[in-house]
């Protein structure tokens, strides 16, 4: 969990107006903490160069530090968001560069910092953006221990650097989870498809609870692969789901796609209700949650 005390003085944004946000919260000790809403920051990974610091200018609070490109949330703003504009006008992120992976909160109860782990998926060299920052780097995880890091960030990169390591995938059996549900289904097996994967969407974009997954930390946003098999397989699928479209029998697709994943270093999760392919995804490494797990979540 990363812990960030006040990140800037009061110099923060010197021109322009400034956020309700960008306010202290005093703790009942008298310590004070930066972010009227709770702060967040991005740790950005790519296997090839490592994760993305901040070389933290003098005056700010515990100046010439490294640590994460972050700050305050904007109010009503949610900690994924507030973590990618922090990075964006700190480091100049790019738009879309940054696919979610983790979300771990250091929660005070009165203030909290959340830390957004993501993985770069569009390669870009960061760019100092404001005046917050001396200097921005991608850093070797091996060499991340190194340099002098910001008390908050030491303290939680031991933990933050084992979880790149994991990585959630789940694999969705469409038939059984929309058989599951006696809506009419029958009628139009690739409209209830088509539904069921835009409900699978808008969870992987609001994330799942760590403890659905058994995983650590608050919040994971695990890849989703929905397997469509015979009618539904005209299904159009959406953005950031991968459609898998089972040329015989979706059991076989399921287990491969399950056991490929393993392979591939995944954590896998395998939603179906059916016995026997519960069975063959167990075989595989993965582990498996039943139809009304999914259907719960969303």
Partial sequence: MTIEPPAFDERRRPHGPRDPGDAWVVAPSGERYWGAFGAAGLLAYDPDRGVLLQHRVSWSHYGDTWALPGGARHEGESACDGAIREAQEEAGVPDGAIRPRLMSVFDLGYWSYSTLVGDTVEPFEPVISDPESRELAWVPVSEVDARPLHPGFAASWPHLR??????????????????AVPDGWWRDRAGAADRLIERI??????????????LPETTWFPEFTAVLEGQARAAAGVEGITVVKAAGEGDDTIAA????????????????SDRGLADRATDAGAAVRGARWLLDLL
């Fill in 162 to 179: 084992n979880l790149l390591t994991v990585r959630p995938a789940v694999v969705v059996d469409a038939a059984n989870v929309v058989g």
């Fill in 201 to 214: 969407g808008a969870l992987a974009a609001a994330g799942t609870p760590a403890a659905a997954l058994d």
């Fill in 257 to 272: 796609e399950a056991a490929r994943l393993v392979a591939s270093g995944r954590v896998v999760t395998v939603v179906t």
